[in-house]
């Protein structure tokens, strides 16, 4: 689990001290505010000492970690080289990160903007983590999920690391037996609204969407369905269960409304059984719809802290809180809320109420705001 994230000099933040929780984490801003560079910077470093945990080879150094950590930076964020990744400002700067993990585990670590390949090792964690965390990109994998490990890992091509990592992630074996019943309930809602149940076929290495009326191969499902699945597919694996960490990356790109609250509903599923979530979006939709769930009994008392990106005179400023309320979130979704003005304002409220005393017609519920 991730407690705390400190920056020094880290892209576009000068200065940043982020504590979160256990539960569901949400950073809200504008698109080129930092938010997918806050989630990919801890999904680097947490994936770069969880991967020899899975193979128990000894205990960490500073001699491998100083390259495991640097070469996951370059891959997963696609600088051109490591000191790229420092703030732009005049002169030789130093960025510094360092993080918290559960039971007094820390990493910290420095580049310069000159660094190429290795980063200075400061605090590092006396084991590996036992689970490697998972990153879902803006855009869905099943559809390229056949043979996109092995291209990646035998030609240069120009996607982001962590693409191949969850490809790796959705071909694992799913659960069976008393370990896959947490998963249960989870895989239900999202099979509800995919209207099937997804299936790899390890012949040909193909996802498929398999329901009553037939069987679809995912790149004729729609692109929403598809990012559910994904969802389903991590579930069913275990990956998202048991104090796994999920980084999600505006889970509400090309979903509908419908589809948005399904997946509102499976994030805090995915808290409630056990696991940490990260989300960035700027979509008032979805965090409405975050708010609805925990007005009710079910998710009311899930673990939940919000921070609010913007733009200041020294880089980027972070806001952050245990409620939505403390970081004032709509101050930064300006461009939603004049939208909304503006339609209002084609039919404004006193309209609506002349019209209904004098009983002219009224426009469908669903046109009236």
């Given at each position: 689990?991730?407690?705390?994230l400190?920056?020094?000099?880290f ?14 984490n ?24 969880a ?41 030789r ?12 585990a ?32 803006t855009?869905?994998?099943?559809s ?11 030609r ?5 690391e ?11 074996p ?37 329901s009553?009326?037939?069987?679809l ?31 999600w ?5 090309n ?15 995915v ?10 979006t ?5 965090l ?12 009311g ?7 609010a ?45 002349a ?15």
């Amino acid at each position: 689990m991730l407690e705390r994230l400190v920056l020094t000099n880290f892209t576009a933040f000068a200065e940043a001290d982020l504590r979160f929780c256990d539960g569901l984490n949400v950073l809200i801003g504008e698109n080129g505010v930092g938010k997918t560079h806050l989630l990919k910077l801890p999904y680097a470093v947490m994936a770069s000492i969880a991967e020899n945990g899975r193979s128990g080879n000894g205990r960490p150094t500073k001699a491998l970690l100083e390259r495991r950590i640097a070469d996951k930076l370059v891959h997963v964020l696609r600088p051109e080289t490591l000191g790229r990744l420092a703030r732009r400002q005049q002169g030789r700067q130093s960025c510094e990160v360092e993080l918290h993990l559960a039971s007094d585990a820390r990493v910290s670590f420095n580049f310069a903007t000159q660094s190429k390949s290795k980063v200075g090792m400061g605090a590092i964690p006396a084991r590996w983590l036992p689970h490697a965390p998972v990153f879902l990109p803006t855009r869905e994998l099943l559809s390229i999920y056949p043979g996109f490990s092995a291209l990646y890992d035998t030609r240069h091509v120009e996607f982001d690391e962590e693409w191949r990592d969850t490809c790796q992630r959705l071909g694992s074996p799913t659960l069976r037996g008393p370990r896959a019943e947490p998963a249960r309930e989870l895989l239900e809602v999202l099979e509800r609204l995919m209207g099937g149940r997804l299936q790899l076929d390890r012949g040909n290495g193909r996802f498929y969407l398999r329901s009553q009326i037939g069987t679809l191969e995912m790149p004729l499902v729609a692109e929403g369905v598809r990012k559910l699945g994904m969802l389903a597919r991590l579930i069913a694996t275990g990956a998202l269960t048991y104090d796994g960490c999920l980084f999600w990356d505006e889970p509400e790109t090309n979903l509908n409304p419908r589809l948005i609250r399904g997946v509102a509903e499976a994030i805090l599923g995915v808290v409630k059984h056990g696991g940490q979530v990260f989300v960035a979006t700027h979509s008032l939709f979805l965090l409405r719809e975050f708010e609805v769930l925990f007005s009710g009994d079910e998710y009311g008392h899930v673990p939940r802290r919000f921070f609010a990106l913007g733009q200041g005179d020294g880089g980027v400023a972070v806001q952050q809180g245990d409620r939505i309320e403390d970081v004032d979130p709509l101050a930064l979704l300006d461009a939603d809320l004049e939208q909304s003005d503006r339609y209002l304002d084609l039919r404004p409220w006193h309209r609506l109420l002349a019209d209904r005393s004098q009983g002219l017609p009224q426009p469908p519920p669903n046109q009236a705001f």
